[in-house]
């Protein structure tokens, strides 16, 4: 008697309106599909073990209660079926299908992809969200201040600052020897004592590492000259290198990324889930010269985001959806996802080989497809893009 009062609580539109959160006109019709099912004898619920493992947005608990889009979903599928879900969780989507391939679950609800190697293991439900792989980077700056301080950034260097100081210790060799040579034979432009000859000796060596030449200052003596040849030829090529390096700092603001899309991650860290999709897409991944993709696996996305602000990484790969999810919670100001999609799948509910269960489930879903519940979930949980 108790359990039939639940069943008929969770029935109640006000009820169905809180769990869901639905669009009037659906949570109506989804009413009417949950209170058609009170006369076919509630009282006799199948129990069955249910495995999901915790994946935002789709499957993860909340104030000590599971819920998610997979989860939503599968309350309104399994009201209809009379079935009384007992949950249990596990680390990955690979344990979940383990756990129902080793029959210790009846199904796995959550982000689980329809793959040729899992439908070896386990059937399938048909499919109630279409997916993919994208990439995440950390949002370039925007703005004259942003765009600034990484030109700064990009310019002002531990390289630069050991490339200055290498440049003026030669300066000060050449300057040096220009001066022991030329100071014998030549003491009107550089002058006996070692201060001011010397001083005289660097504005030379700086004048022709900059624009070439120092006004009528130049060596007479045989010495003086050889040095400063040595010393032309090497400010041409200093001088080459180091325009081509600020061309390069100031064209890295210029372009949109070191990472547009998975065609850039090729010789790149790049994190991503364990025992997930884009995993074993990752791995397998070669460039057309054999290059590949160094790939770190965390146990979640919160995980990965963390290696990707340390910089231990340089993007993170995983589902496309679930990445979006992210990038809007934790705000679009410091992540984006880039490229198109790749590796398109699909989500479904994965059950036991010849599971009695399977075209119940199906056809539970294709009734709340056509009522619009599964679209007003998907907008519940992903906006209206989706």
């Not at 009037?24 to 009413?31: E, G, K, N, S």
């Not at 963390?306 to 496309?320: I, P, S, T």
Request: include cysteine; charged fraction near 15%.
């Amino acid at each position: 008697m108790k359990l039939i009062q639940q069943l008929k609580r969770l029935a109640s539109p006000t009820e169905l309106r809180r769990r869901v959160k639905l669009a009037p006109r659906t949570w109506a019709l989804a009413f009417c599909f949950s209170i058609s099912l009170g006369s076919c004898g509630l009282a006799h619920a199948q129990q069955i073990s249910v495995v999901t493992r915790q994946i935002e947005p789709f499957s993860f608990e909340k104030n000590g209660a599971k819920t998610g889009y997979s989860i939503e979903l599968w309350d309104l599928i399994a009201r209809e079926l009379k079935l009384d879900s007992n949950f249990s969780v596990v680390p990955s989507a690979n344990s979940m299908v383990a756990t129902v391939k080793n029959k210790q679950a009846d199904i796995a609800v959550g982000a689980l992809s329809i793959t040729s190697d899992r439908e070896k293991s386990i059937d399938f439900s048909q499919p109630f969200f279409e997916s993919g792989l994208q990439v995440l980077i950390i949002k370039k700056p925007a703005g004259t201040a942003a765009v600034l301080g990484s030109m700064v950034a990009n310019i002002f260097t531990w390289q630069l600052a050991a490339g200055l100081g290498v440049a003026l210790t030669v300066m000060f060799a050449i300057s040096h020897l220009v001066w022991k040579y030329e100071h014998p034979v030549n003491e009107e432009m550089w002058p006996k004592p070692y201060r001011s000859g010397i001083g005289e000796s660097f504005w030379w060596t700086i004048s022709i590492f900059l624009v070439g030449g120092a006004d009528n200052k130049g060596p007479i003596g045989t010495g003086g000259r050889i040095v400063a040849t040595v010393w032309m030829f090497a400010s041409v090529v200093a001088v080459s290198l180091l325009t081509a390096s600020l061309s390069a700092a100031l064209t890295v603001n210029a372009l949109p990324g070191e990472i547009n899309g998975p065609d850039d991650l090729y010789g790149k860290s790049v994190a991503t889930i364990e025992g997930s999709t884009a995993e074993s897409w990752l791995n397998g991944a070669l460039s057309g010269s054999g290059e590949t993709i160094k790939v770190q696996v965390f146990p979640d996305v919160p995980s990965c985001l963390m290696a990707l602000q340390k910089g231990k990484v340089k993007a993170v790969v995983y589902d496309a959806p679930i990445l979006h999810y992210y990038v809007n919670k934790l705000g679009p100001d410091k992540y984006e996802t880039v490229g198109n999609l790749f590796q398109k799948n699909n989500y479904g509910f994965g059950l036991q080989n010849n599971s009695t269960l399977r075209e119940p489930i199906n056809q539970a879903m294709l009734r709340l497809n056509e009522m619009g519940v599964i679209d007003e979930l998907k907008v519940k949980w992903f906006g209206a893009q989706q």
